[in-house]
Structure formats: structure tokens, C-alpha cells
């Protein structure tokens, strides 16, 4: 067996050994269903003032904006997984059993991978069916419609997102190491940066803002209604190749510290 | 070959301040090596240097001539407890052991072996926070016998463990070393070094200050001594400040002389013609005998704790 492999299979281990794991993957869902159903209800309502026939609400288009709220449930589970071991010590028992810096940050960042795609799925469906509960009540005139292709591939993208952005969490974990540290970097890169700069109103921010991991995200998740006030100017596998690169960012500084520093 | 720790100039520099310094040793399957020194000497950044956790700032710190890093499967080379409370808190030590098991590809059985080895099998759902110290040591011996290693290494072990728990760690040394493996051990507890440890490594401000087997550590002790009774005290002491024996009277008819070995207080006596009652030699203890290897060395006073 490959090192690699029983690095990621003792981190997966790891991982659903905690309580920790499932608080967060609960808070991560119950954020969704939330979000997702206050901003449903708002796009319902505001469809139904409006003039002319309203248009029907796809039931997973508020779930893909709900992500910019519910991401931070998984950041906090993704951060957990090595900001806990350096508040413990325990990474230096990891890394006893796995001195090559590489090969343990690898197998963190690719256990939350399939973990967090899972979450992000799953969770997704769920607010899905509330929103589509929700707004085939006769309050909001029946306005959503479920098209299956477009839910699932909706759904995916979802997963796909939250499992970008819990890699790049590793990444900022690892070079930070505190949990304070790490939270403030992270948040300021999916939330606080755009935002800041979004405020600024000159053309360079936006366009700055723009391809940050939060709007990045959000092109990629084909997000049409959202903070800058329409669909997001650039194609979703350009979104896609922003998130790429902020996760690679993140995980080649955390490999830099991580191999430089004592552990 | 196998099993030797062997470090060459090792070096750890903070700042300005070497925490290491220059320290070459070289550690042989089969004993019990006992590492001493003041709180801050360097002996926990030694351990981490070995392990490939710290980098050294100068020198070279093999296992069996490889670098740490460079070992395959470490767990099943080396076993270290460093910090028994380091650990997740809300993770149980079966779940702990389990993960470490995996990462090495070491077989799920050693996980129970291990935990029924450092009995704390009962213990093993336990959430670690909920540990006493006594059973975070356990459980952290238990990870290091986990991959049936040649070498072992542990940072105070003894820590936080009841009268029978130590009297447990220093036979589990020494059937370690009776094995052939290769044990290197730190600790604060001179009388259980002493009965634990064949071979000691004493350092100081993180210089070698003597390497040496526990016999002849406390052999050159200047406590170790030769008791004489016999009722010409006074002719006696006169005969061996003599021969340049240093002697002290201790009673009105017994001697403490130091500096020379029984036999030669021995032998000048019965060439004097001297009749004995009693000759014997009043060994040292580890712990006088290590006061003054290190009463230059230390660098904290009373009242600090390890760091």
C-alpha cells in the first residue's frame, strides 16, 4: 500500500472519530436550509410584486447563494483538521507517523474532499426540498419549479465548491495554525475581502473582488442573483479555474511553512 | 546497526542561543540509556531533532544511518513519547492508536495488543480528555510499542503514574532492552534512573557533559567513598594522607577516605599492620553524583517548571 494511501486513511479515520465532524456537518446543514429558505422566500415574494407574470424560482437557485453562508460551517470542520492537532500537539504525533510534510498535508487536504463534496450534496438537497416545500405554498403562489438537470448539476457544483474551499482551509490552516489565525484569513478571503472591495466602487476593485473565492464560487455555481446585483461577468469554468487557483495558493503556502518551520 | 540512535555535532540554535550544542553521541541496541539534565538543558529538543520534527541548525541525527524522515513506515523503527497530553482531546485512544496503526500499516490486532499491554484496555473508548495523566502516559506507550520498534524513545514517561505505574514503566524498560531494543529515555527521577538505565547521557545548556555507564558515573562520584572502623583510627588517617589518600574522621574509630579504590585503602592497612573491623565502600547515589555533574550547568533555579 502506498504511503499516500495510508496517510488518507488514517486521516479519514480521523476525522469521523470526533464529535466535532458531525456538529459541524449539522451546522452546515442547518445554515443551508436556512439561508436557503430565507432568500427563496425573498426572491418569491419580490417575483410576485413585480409586474407582469412572475417567473417560477428553480428550487436549488437560493441553495447556491445560501453557500456563501453555510461554507463557513465546513471551513470551521475542514480548519479543525489541523488547527486542533497544533492546539494539541498532536500534530507532532502525526508527523511521527508521517515525517514527510507532503505526503500529511496531501492526505488532510484529500480526506476532506470527498467528505465535504458529500456535505455539500447532500445538504444541498435538503435545502432544496424545503425551499420547494416552502414556496409551493399558497403565500408564495406556488412560484418554484424543480428541473431535474438543472438541480443536480446545481447540487454538484455545490459540492464541488465546498470542497475547493475546505482545501483551501487546510492550506490556510497549515500555515497559520492557530484556529483564530486561520478563521480571520480564511473569512477575509471568502467574505471580508470581496465585500471590501466590492464597497470601494472603483472599477478595479470589482474586478479584483470579482475573482476572489466568494464571487469566484458563485460564477461557478452559475449563481445569477447575488451581492453584485446580477449574474456574475464571466463563464463558470473560468469561476471554476479562480477557485483552483486560491486553493493551490493555499496549499503551497501551507507546504512551504509546513516543511520550513519546527513542527 | 539496525537499532543505533547516532547524532554527529548536533545543533539547535534559537535566536542567539544554542539550546543544543554540538552534541555527538551514539546510543546501542540492548540498553537502557538514560538522559539527563537540567530543566531547558535540550533534552526534549534533542528528541524532536532525532525525530525528525525540529530541523537542526548544524549536524546530522541518524537511525540505523538513515535520517528519521527517510525511514518507510516509521512507527515500525521507532517508537517516541514525547508529550503524553498531546492529543485530541475528544478522540478516544482506541481511535487514537487505530489511526496511527493505518498510517503505517501496522495490523489492527497490535491496536488491542498494545492497549492490553500498557493495561489500559478498559480505558481504550475513553475520550482522551477525560484521561488522568497516568493514563495519557499509558496510552502514549502504547503508541509507541504499537509498531514493534527497535528503537524507543521516551520524554519522562514516568510522569503522573502511581508507585506500581512507575515500577511498571522501569520493568517495561528493561524487558525492552533485554530485547535488544534500542531505549533512550528522559527523565527528572534520579533514583528510578538509576535502577532503570545501564548507560547515561548527562547534558547541560545543551552541551555533553558526560557519557558514560551508570557504574563508572557513580564510581567517580566524590561521594563514593570507603568506610574503614578499626580501632587505630588516628594511624591509620595518618598513613593514608601519606600515600595521598584524602580521609576524613568521621568517628572516633571510623574513616571516610576518598579518591582511591577499596583495595588500596586495604592494602595500606595491612602494611601498616593495622587491624580492620570494617571496610566497605559507600557508593553514591545517581542523584549526588549527577548534583555534581551538573552544579555548573544549570540553568534555571528552584521554582521553574520543565518546559
Known amino acids: ?263 | 546497526m539496525g537499532g543505533v540512535i547516532s547524532l554527529k555535532g548536533l545543533s539547535k540554535r534559537y535566536g542567539d542561543r544554542f539550546v543544543v550544542d554540538d552534541l555527538s553521541l551514539e546510543l546501542k541496541p540492548g540498553t537502557v540509556t538514560g538522559f539527563l539534565g537540567p530543566n531547558g538543558a535540550g533534552k526534549s529538543t534533542t528528541m524532536r531533532l532525532v525525530l525528525g520534527l525540529d530541523h537542526p541548525t548544524s549536524g546530522t541525527a541518524l537511525i540505523g544511518g538513515r535520517p528519521y524522515r527517510e525511514i518507510r513506515n516509521p512507527l515500525r523503527t521507532v517508537g517516541a513519547l514525547l508529550d503524553a497530553r498531546a492529543l485530541h482531546p475528544g478522540r478516544s485512544g482506541y481511535a487514537h492508536l487505530a489511526a496511527l496503526a493505518r498510517s503505517n500499516g501496522i495490523p489492527r490486532r497490535r491496536v488491542e495488543e498494545a492497549l492490553e499491554t500498557v493495561g489500559m484496555a478498559g480505558a481504550a473508548r475513553k475520550r482522551a480528555a477525560t484521561l488522568s495523566l497516568g493514563m495519557s502516559q499509558r496510552l502514549g506507550i502504547a503508541a509507541a510499542l504499537l509498531g514493534d520498534p527497535e528503537v524507543l524513545m521516551f520524554d519522562e514517561p514516568v510522569n503522573g503514574l502511581d508507585p506500581d505505574g512507575v515500577r511498571w514503566v522501569r520493568g517495561l524498560m528493561r524487558s525492552l532492552a533485554a530485547e535488544g531494543r534500542t531505549v533512550f529515555v528522559s527523565s527528572h527521577l534520579m533514583s528510578e534512573m538509576q535502577l532503570t538505565a545501564d548507560h547515561l547521557v548527562v547534558i547541560g545548556k545543551g552541551r555533553l557533559i558526560v557519557e558514560a555507564p551508570l557504574a563508572e558515573i557513580i564510581a567517580g562520584s566524590s561521594l563514593t567513598a570507603v568506610v574503614v572502623r578499626t580501632p587505630y583510627a588516628r594511624e591509620l588517617a595518618a598513613r593514608l594522607s601519606a600515600a595521598g589518600v584524602a580521609v576524613a574522621r568521621q568517628a572516633e574509630n571510623e574513616l571516610v577516605a576518598t579518591g582511591a579504590p577499596i583495595e588500596r585503602v586495604g592494602d595500606l592497612a595491612h602494611e601498616a599492620g593495622i587491624r580492620l573491623h570494617e571496610l566497605r565502600t559507600r557508593e553514591a547515589s545517581l542523584e549526588q553524583a549527577y548534583q555534581e555533574l551538573t552544579a555548573h550547568s544549570v540553568e534555571y533555579g528552584a521554582g521553574k517548571a520543565e518546559a
Open chain 1, 1 to 263: 500500500m502506498s504511503i499516500l494511501w495510508q496517510a488518507v486513511s488514517a486521516e479519514w479515520g480521523k476525522l469521523w472519530s470526533v464529535r466535532s465532524t458531525w456538529w459541524c456537518l449539522a451546522g452546515a446543514t442547518a445554515l443551508m436550509m436556512l439561508s436557503a429558505l430565507t432568500l427563496g422566500g425573498a426572491t418569491a415574494t419580490e417575483a410576485l410584486r413585480g409586474e407582469g407574470a412572475p417567473s417560477p424560482v428553480v428550487a436549488s437557485e437560493p441553495v447556491v447563494s445560501a453557500t456563501s453562508f453555510a461554507q463557513f460551517a465546513l471551513v470551521a470542520l475542514a480548519m479543525l483538521t489541523i488547527t486542533s492537532e497544533y492546539a494539541s500537539g498532536a500534530v507532532r504525533v502525526t508527523l511521527q507517523a508521517i515525517p514527510v510534510r507532503g505526503v500529511m498535508l496531501a492526505a488532510k487536504a484529500l480526506v476532506v474532499v470527498p467528505a465535504m463534496a458529500a456535505a455539500g450534496v447532500l445538504s444541498g438537497a435538503v435545502a432544496t426540498a424545503a425551499v420547494y416545500l416552502l414556496l409551493s405554498a399558497d403565500l408564495f403562489g406556488g412560484l418554484v419549479v424543480l428541473p431535474p438537470g438543472e438541480v443536480v448539476a446545481d447540487l454538484l457544483a455545490v459540492g464541488v465548491f465546498f470542497a475547493l474551499v475546505s482545501v483551501m482551509t487546510v492550506g490556510v490552516g497549515t500555515a497559520m495554525r492557530s484556529a483564530a489565525g486561520t478563521l480571520t484569513v480564511v473569512f477575509m478571503l471568502l467574505m471580508g475581502l470581496p465585500l471590501l472591495l466590492l464597497m470601494t466602487g472603483s472599477q478595479a476593485a470589482l474586478d479584483a473582488s470579482l475573482r476572489m473565492p466568494l464571487f469566484a464560487g458563485l460564477a461557478f455555481m452559475g449563481s445569477t442573483d447575488n451581492l453584485t446585483g446580477g449574474p456574475i461577468p464571466y463563464s463558470a469554468g473560468e469561476g471554476l479555474a479562480w477557485l483552483l487557483a486560491w486553493t493551490a495558493a493555499a496549499l503551497v503556502a501551507g507546504h512551504a511553512v509546513l516543511r520550513r518551520r519546527d513542527a
